[in-house]
Nanobody, 115 residues
Framework: QVQLVESGGGLVQPGGSLRLSCAASGSIYSINTMRWYRQAPGKEREWVADITKGGRTNYADSVKGRFTISRDNAKNTVYLQMNSLKPEDTAVYYC?????????WGQGTQVTVSS
């Protein structure tokens, strides 16, 4: 079975940085677009960023200029570099990978931005 394992979350002060990782393993024929979402308490899950297999990126307006999504296709891993973090970035962050027959969610990793 294919599994997604997320890591890199934690507690950081406003203005700080974190780097999230999401690694896919198992029987994978091909990974297409890889995406990051987040869900804050009491809010719906929202899309944050995505990156195609060829490296084309898109960002939500709320994170544009502060977050950078990247991927290492050899490692089947997607990253989210988060800089200039704000309290409103506090959420559980989830990765999603698009596969040939559907998509798969990571388990989520908590990011808390607080002084």
């Amino acid at each position: 079975q294919v599994q997604l394992v997320e890591s890199g979350g934690g507690l950081v002060q406003p203005g700080g940085s974190l780097r999230l990782s999401c690694a896919a393993s198992g029987s994978i024929y091909s990974i297409n677009t890889m995406r990051w979402y987040r869900q804050a308490p009491g809010k719906e899950r929202e899309w944050v960023a995505d990156i195609t297999k060829g490296g084309r990126t898109n960002y939500a307006d709320s994170v544009k200029g502060r977050f950078t999504i990247s991927r290492d296709n050899a490692k089947n891993t997607v990253y989210l570099q988060m800089n200039s973090l704000k309290p409103e970035d506090t959420a559980v962050y989830y990765c999603r990978v698009d596969l040939a027959l559907g998509f798969l969610w990571g388990q989520g990793t908590q990011v808390t931005v607080s002084s």
